[in-house]
Every structure is written in C-alpha cells, then in structure tokens.
C-alpha cells in the first residue's frame, strides 16, 4: 500500500505560513508525481497543487497561485508544501496523494491518499 504522510499543519494567524510535508517511510516519493489537496468545512475537495516525478512540472490552482510553492527536498524524498500569506478562507484539511500524472493542464486522478493535516487560520 502506497500511503504517504503529511505534517506540518497547524493554527496560524492571517498573514502568517506554514510548511507542510509529505512523506512515505517504506517507499520513495522520488519516482511518482505527487498533489496537494484541501478540503475545506462543508466544501469539496480541491486540488491545489502538483509537482511531476522529476520535479520540472509544478501546477497551482488560481486560489493559491503566488501564495503557495510545492517542490522537493534536496535529499530527502519529501514533497513540501510552504504555504504564506494565510487568510482565514485557506482554513481546511490538507493532503497529499500519488497523482496518476502532474501537467501544466493539471493533475492527474489521486491512487493513494494520506490522512491529512489540520490547517486553521485564525487570529
């Protein structure tokens, strides 16, 4: 089962950030594209980000455009999420998931979840 594991979540004050990561311990991220989702209360689930298996491809959803980078950790086989500028509205669940595909078009069909991590927004 390929399952990978977010962190990094937390209570934050607007204008403030976090990073999150997303990692695997008894596999390598390294070899699959890898997403960001959210789900906020009473909401769907939204795709929010994607960085490719070798890392040349990231994607954001306008919500989080310029706010958001994903990328990869040098050395590690972590996907990191550093999130800024949060306003009360990027409130929700955040996790990560193995992606079938990352494209400038978008992401591909999530295969395999994490938990999830809590991020709330909130002075």
């Known amino acids: 089962q390929l399952q990978p594991v977010e962190s990094g979540g937390g209570l934050v004050q607007p204008g403030g950030s976090l990073r999150l990561s997303c990692a695997a311990s008894k596999f390598s991220l390294d070899y699959y594209p890898v997403g960001w989702f959210r789900q906020a209360p009473g909401k769907e689930r939204e795709g929010i980000s994607c960085?490719?298996?070798?890392?040349?491809?990231?994607t954001y959803a306008d919500s989080v455009k310029g706010r958001f980078t994903i990328g990869r950790e040098t050395g590690s086989t972590t996907v990191y999420l550093q999130i800024n500028s949060l306003s009360p509205e990027d409130t929700a669940v955040y996790y990560c998931?193995?992606?079938?595909?990352?494209?400038?078009?978008?992401?591909?069909?999530?295969?395999?979840w994490g938990q999830g991590t809590q991020v709330t927004v909130s002075s």
């Open positions: 998931a193995i992606l079938t595909y990352c494209s400038g078009a978008g992401l591909g069909s999530a295969d395999f």
């Open positions: 960085i490719s298996s070798n890392g040349d491809t990231t």
